[in-house]
């Protein structure tokens, strides 16, 4: 990857160098945030919280679907994604005593996050922030906040803030539950693997270049990762990515999938692969050009893919999901002769009401 000090005019070099990092971000988290994440979770899991509800936006909101199934997976608890217009828009005011309000946001800056977080802590919440910036406005107004020490992020496309949302959100919900995170451990040196394998990727964005449309699907834990891809492909370079739950694209999508179809398959070892095999089946039946990215046997079925680590434990993998991804993207970018450091009509902070 290119160095950020290089000569600036390098289309990517930016995405490059953040991409680079998250094997550094990881174990950062590991070694200075896990304490202090511990001790937040301890004192939330004191209060007992009855459900958990999850407010983001963009890559966030891909992050906090990631804890969702981690919160009603792992503790059992029930938990939901939040529509903040019902609060900024409408002004509703529901109870949410004894509930636990958790707001991801890279920048912490956009208005309605911070609006909707301050309006929950009025309504009883316990509120969490989860953000890349301690001084943010969504950091003040939260009682508790989890800094994701992932650095300055410069590129439009968000990579190593994601990743360490993830791993700060996985290392919360372990500490809600008494556990000990030891499966985040592997990650750091399996991302170095991973991400060195660049050429591998560069190869498989050959089949893009010129593509005019994209299904992207998973289930389980691989579901975030879908989406994430979908909107890292579609924010860089332009393709129409459509994500979809495997479960959800046998309800009718399927339709428009044929043997010139571009499907990339994102395949978890666990029991989320194993509830995609249906579906995976219908697809290789219809002839779709089936690129997976997983596990070694799903690749070896299907047109291409990229193998990921074995014996890793599902509820983590998506930390490693998505790096062949955000290379694909990246490649694909620039592939297509455009600069992914600076996607059109994008800003790095969105500042939604």
Not at 111 to 124: F, H, I, N
Request: charged share 20%; hydrophobic share 45%; no cysteine.
């Amino acid at each position: 990857m290119s160095d950020p000090q290089t000569v600036s005019s390098v289309p990517g070099r930016i995405m490059a160098a953040e991409m680079a990092e998250q094997p550094a971000v990881l174990q950062r988290i590991l070694d200075e945030g896990a304490p202090k994440i511990r001790e937040i979770a301890a004192e939330i899991a004191a209060r007992n919280p009855r459900f958990v509800l999850l407010t983001a936006r963009g890559t966030s909101d891909n992050a906090a679907l990631y804890a969702k199934y981690l919160i009603e997976v792992l503790l059992g608890k029930p938990a939901g994604l939040t529509s903040m217009s019902t609060t900024t828009a409408y002004g509703a005011k529901p109870d949410l005593t004894d509930v636990l309000v958790v707001t991801v946001s890279q920048s912490g800056g956009s208005p309605d996050l911070v609006a909707s977080t301050k309006a929950a802590r009025e309504a009883g919440a316990i509120t969490l922030a989860v953000t890349n910036n301690a001084a943010s406005p969504l950091a003040e107004v939260s009682e508790f906040h989890i800094d994701v020490l992932a650095g300055p992020e410069k590129a439009l496309p968000a990579t190593k803030t994601y990743t360490a949302e993830l791993l700060a959100l996985y290392l919360l919900v372990e500490g809600l539950r008494g556990g000990d995170g030891a499966a985040a451990k592997v990650l750091p040196g399996l991302a170095a693997t991973v991400l060195g394998r660049q050429a591998e990727v560069r190869a498989l964005a050959e089949r893009y270049r010129f593509a005019q449309r994209l299904v992207i699907t998973s289930r389980g834990y691989g579901y975030p990762t879908a989406r994430e891809a979908a909107l890292k492909l579609m924010e860089t370079t332009y393709i129409p990515a459509s994500p979809f739950s495997g479960a959800d694209l046998l309800h009718g999508p399927l339709a428009m999938v044929d043997n010139v179809s571009p499907v990339i398959a994102i395949v978890p070892d666990g029991k989320g692969g194993e509830a995609l095999q249906p579906v995976l089946d219908r697809l290789r039946g219809r002839g779709a050009d089936l690129v997976v990215v997983g596990q070694q046997d799903q690749v070896d079925r299907a047109s291409a893919g990229f193998a990921l680590p074995a014996g890793v434990p599902e509820e983590v993998q998506p930390i490693l999901e998505i790096l062949p991804l955000q290379l694909l993207a990246y490649e694909v970018t620039i592939a297509r002769g455009q600069d992914p450091d600076a996607p059109r009509a994008l800003a790095k902070v969105t500042e939604t009401h």
